[in-house]
Structures are given as structure tokens and as C-alpha cells.
């Protein structure tokens, strides 16, 4: 694995789950950190946690990737104190399941603005001094939901394709220019996301057996920093599903029905 000994890495959605756990793991092998959420708290308890164990700077910043201006803002900060970025991680994110006819406007609007534009707002901060220096490593947690859509997602898997085509196509145009693109596409993961996704807890309840924890996902991410990974895919039998459906989907969405009604 490439060492990263005095990197600069930025991760959004660190308050917690997948996205705290990165920032330890690359605390642990010594990279410098920008944490970024809209938990403050939550963010300079962290700070101090690491810096206590790790010889390390880390910088915390609250920000709602959903606002453009305020990415900007911070982004601009960022720069000023880490002098350059080797690393972006676009972890913010958020679902809520429901059918689509039950979807509510605002619900909608929040889960692209926060899962796709604030994405995509993150990595044109990055994008120009990426290119200009020729190195650089974005890395987009994505989903499974962005491979196969399933009932009650119909919203969240839509902001999942959105971040997969993105990604896919960046990844063509950074080839030339040294810069790598990474998506994470894995299936259910045992965080505090489903305190909003999944409001009535059925959904828990029926994939709990197969819930990736936080730590797994995480360790598998740092591992592929600053290398040519194209996706993480975990699990890797739920990813089978994925190419399945591709080949076969008529078939794979009428056998599949019953259990993806279980959510």
C-alpha cells in the first residue's frame, strides 16, 4: 500500500460512521486530516482524540455540502491551511426510503443537493491544483442502490446512479492528468443512517444478518488510497447481483421482488 505519511485528506460526513472511521485509519498512518460535517462537536471531540495518539494536524470545519456557496467558503479555508489537497473523500450523504409516490418534494431536493451536487460542488474545489500538480485521489462512497434499484429507494438509488455516472466519467477525463477516481459501492452498513432511512425499522430488522460495520468498509477504502482502484464493491456476493441484473434484469427484478419489497 502507498504510504500515506504526510498527506492531506479531506473527508466530508466525518462526524461519524464510515466517515470518522477513514479519518482514524489515516490518522493511524500518519496522513494530516480536514474533517468536514455539519456536527461540530461531534468533529473537534475527533480533532482532539487524534492528535492526542497521532502526529498529525487535523482541521475541522462545519459544512452542509448542500450549500455551494459555504463548500466554496471552506474550501478556500482548506486550502489556506493545508497548502494542498492529495485526497478527497465524499462520504456526506444521506436517504430516506420510501415509494416514490409517497416521496415528499423537499425530500427529494435535500437528497440531491446533499448526495449529488454537494458531491459534485466538493471535487470541482479540488479539480483545478489536482490537474495543475497531476496527482491527486477522489474517492466517492456511492452505493449498491446505485447498481440496483429497488422498491421504497427509487429517490436515493436515482442520487447513487447520479454519483456513479458522474464518477465514471470523470474518471476518463483525470486518466491523462495522473489524477485517480474511486466510487465505494457497498451494501448496507450498520450506522446511525438508517435512524433517518429507514424510520419504521423494518427495513434493519429484515438485512441486519447482512450488515457490513463501519470499520470493515472503512479499512477496505484506506487501502485502496492513492492506487488505481476503479470501485470497491462489498459485499462482493451482493455486487454479483449487481452484474446479474445487468445481464438478466427483467428476470432478476420479477424474481427479486418479493425480497426487495422487505425494505
Not at 466530508?12 to 477513514?22: D, F, N, V, Y
Not at 495522473?178 to 433517518?196: L, R, S, Y
Not at 425499522?201 to 476503479?230: H, S
Not at 446479474?244 to 427483467?250: A, D, I, N, Q
Request: hydrophobic share 40%; aromatic share 8%.
Amino acid at each position: 500500500m502507498p504510504s500515506l505519511v504526510g498527506k492531506n485528506i479531506v473527508v466530508t460526513g466525518a462526524s461519524g460512521g464510515i466517515g470518522a472511521e477513514i479519518a482514524k485509519l489515516c490518522a493511524k498512518r500518519g496522513a494530516n486530516l480536514t474533517l468536514l460535517a455539519r456536527s461540530v462537536d461531534k468533529l473537534e471531540q475527533l480533532k482532539r482524540e487524534l492528535e492526542q495518539q497521532y502526529s498529525i494536524k487535523v482541521f475541522v470545519h462545519r459544512l452542509d455540502v448542500s450549500d455551494t456557496d459555504e463548500v466554496e467558503r471552506v474550501f478556500h479555508t482548506i486550502y489556506k491551511e493545508m497548502k494542498t489537497i492529495d485526497i478527497l473523500v465524499n462520504n456526506a450523504g444521506f436517504g430516506v426510503f420510501r415509494e416514490a409516490h409517497e416521496a415528499k418534494i423537499n425530500e427529494i431536493k435535500s437528497m440531491f443537493e446533499v448526495n449529488v451536487i454537494g458531491l459534485m460542488a466538493c471535487t470541482s474545489m479540488v479539480l483545478p491544483k489536482m490537474r495543475e500538480h497531476r496527482t491527486g485521489h477522489i474517492i466517492n462512497i456511492a452505493s449498491q442502490a446505485g447498481k440496483i434499484a429497488t422498491p421504497k429507494s427509487s429517490v436515493y438509488s436515482a442520487t447513487k446512479h447520479a454519483v456513479l455516472g458522474y464518477s465514471n466519467s470523470l474518471r476518463m477525463e483525470l486518466a491523462a492528468h495522473n489524477v485517480w477516481v474511486t466510487t465505494v459501492n457497498p451494501g448496507p452498513i450498520a450506522t446511525n443512517f438508517f435512524n433517518i432511512a429507514d424510520e419504521k425499522g423494518t427495513y434493519v430488522k429484515n438485512v441486519q444478518r447482512f450488515m457490513l460495520q463501519p470499520d470493515f468498509v472503512a479499512n477496505k477504502v484506506v487501502d485502496a488510497m492513492l492506487t488505481k482502484t476503479r470501485e470497491i464493491n462489498l459485499p462482493r456476493w451482493m455486487n454479483l447481483g449487481s452484474v446479474v441484473y445487468t445481464l438478466f434484469p427483467r428476470a432478476f427484478e420479477r424474481i427479486g421482488r418479493k425480497a426487495f419489497n422487505q425494505k
